[in-house]
């Protein structure tokens, strides 16, 4: 995935907003196949295959998601072992205390081994996403976040195609709005003129369709 | 979704016959010359190996009567506390027995010696026969039960993605009859051998409370372990098994006629009713046919345990149908996402398997009952104990660990591998269910075992194959065959 925080880079981004899942997709598609390379897509959902259409490799979350479980076993049978065989043994219902009794850490290891697997996903794609509370979004779209997509094209990569032919294509392939330079904002960040300007999108607009 | 979609399933059809018709054939009669050589190689056998123990153990006349506990723990030691406190216990029994105390066991254990003075002469190679024959018509009986099962549920639950899958389940479900009738039969010529309730229960002892053999355990239950339910009772809960899954495939055949709603609505009642009559039936099924071997013995999870070994197993059944068909050359519009979810599903149920294995274990492991960790005991030692963790292994750690990779439920050789895994471990787990009660000690994996598999093996295969060349691959006007047709579960 792509570094979210945009802004501190200062670029300036070919933009298309679209309101249609499908229309998002096809566009990408289409400007895949001309040889545009696509900064990234912001949407409010999930949109099927999108990842597939913009190139991404499958995340690593899962194998994380397995390393953390691992963890999360070898801790409840350390915490098992420790406490009932090593450090306090006590003998429950006429048992032996050593590892002739594993059957009693099963249940430990299976509820550690679901605590990591549960938190250690949640943390790591809380940081991975930089989804992490506080931290404002980098917007290119104030709607990005309700019902728009936005299909954000750096302009400081060289493309195959013409700056002018992009915007046209996006407006072809049925973008409710297209800007050639947008820069992204920040709510936290922004000052006084930026938020009127937000809050007034209608100065920003180069062409509405 | 805007891009490419299927929009109407073709008519497919499976051939069958020619060949591929004359394999399974070969198989049944191949695997039933197997068992029989294998049957007289027990025969000859049998009888120095009796000998040798009889001679070796002089007075230890439990030795052949393993349905009770205290015959093994005279001689394995290397249990644990779970062998220790079985010895234990079993001293306190004789303690009990001689100072004539009114026990539960002690009348169980009395029962036994007397039981075994006059009438009961332990196992006999006739016994591992028909154990054996039990085991496999058990073991491929419930692919078809699991099969009935998972298209009743997918109607009730109103799911879509394995509609494609209908007819796989269809055909498997097909073997229900014939493979009741062989189990059936053979639990009635199976009956005296097998169940030593039914021997107790035509001893002059059964139902009289002062004679010495009289058993209050096997008498509790009577109300089940009876011949009426062995006579009566299977044969009405099998029969309406059949009537149901009748029901369903003529519903599913006219479906194929006409378009509309008419026939899922009418099959989805249907299996609400089979669904609820299922749960009750085959819990008492599982109690009466495999249970009972133990019949001093009982758990609660016993039956969902059952239900765990029928669904998995059917599941990879449905699994290897599935891969056979699409290897040669068929089924190619069930996409990888359907074969992605049919895997987790496997994957799923291993998993659920092993969950009620140690929903079962840990309780009786913790309370540590004498009478309920004979089960166990006999299970843990002897020739047991190996088959007893690869069971677990091969049904739960292996297919767990290769399960889990999202690429291996997409890839055919992994879910075929692991398939078989399954259901080798779960032939095993049939193997461990039914020997250790029946035919103790002198049980083995020879010829015969195989054979009867193999055998077993052919009877299922053309059954299943030939219900599967009668209609149409996909079940084409199910109101969900294009949900499942263009099935997606994302990336």
Known sequence: ?209 | MGHHSIQEVSHEKFEFQGKAKLIPIVLIVLGAVLAIIGSLQVKNNWDNVGHHAQTKDGVTHHESAPNHHIAHADDHHNLGHVEDTLKESHDETRAHETTNHNDQHTKADAHATVDHADEHHGPTWMTRVWANLLMNSYYFWLFAVAAIFFIAVNYVANAGWAVMLKRIMEAQSSYLLIGSILLIGIIIGAKDTLYHWVQYFHSPAAGNPDAAGYDRILESKSWLLNNTSLFFFIPFVTIVWILIRMKLRKNSLAEDQEKGLTMFKNSTRWSAGFIFFFAFSFSALSWLIIMSIDAHWYSTMFSVYNFAVSFVTGLSVMMVILQYLKITGKMTLVSDEVVHDLGKFMFAFCVFWAYIFLSQWLLIWYTNLPEETTYFADRLEGGYRTLFFVNLFMCFVAPFLVLMMRNAKRSPIVLLTAASVILIGHWIDMYLLIMPGTVGEHAGIGLLEIGTTISFFGIFAFTVLRSLSKANLYPINHPYVLESANHDVGP
Not at chain 1, 21 to 28: G, R, T
Not at chain 1, 78 to 93: C, E, K, Q, R, S
Not at chain 1, 125 to 140: P, Y
């Open chain 1, 1 to 209: 995935m792509i570094d979210k925080s945009i802004l501190l880079d200062n670029k300036k981004f070919t933009v298309g907003i679209f309101d249609n899942s499908d229309k998002l997709l096809h566009a990408v598609k289409t400007l895949k196949e001309k040889g545009v390379k696509i900064f990234d897509c912001y949407t409010p959902f999930p949109v099927h295959h999108l990842d597939q259409a913009l190139g991404y490799h499958r995340t690593n979350l899962t194998v994380g998601a397995f390393l953390c479980g691992m963890l999360g076993c070898l801790s409840g049978f350390t915490l098992a072992f420790y406490m009932n065989v090593v450090d306090w043994p006590m003998i429950i219902g006429g048992k032996p205390q050593d590892i002739s009794v594993f059957t009693s850490f099963i249940p430990v290891m299976f509820e550690l081994t679901i605590l990591f697997t549960a938190f250690g996903m949640v943390i790591m794609f809380f940081a991975r996403t930089r989804l992490i509370h506080g931290i404002k979004e980098d917007l290119l779209s104030r709607r990005q976040t309700d019902d728009h997509m936005v299909l954000a094209i750096d302009n400081n990569e060289e493309q195959a195609i013409s700056n002018e032919d992009i915007v046209a294509l996006l407006t072809k392939e049925g973008a409710i709005e297209v800007n050639a330079s947008k820069e992204a904002f920040n709510t936290s960040l922004t000052s006084e003129e930026d938020l009127a300007k937000i809050l007034n999108p209608a100065s920003t607009k180069s062409k509405k369709k």
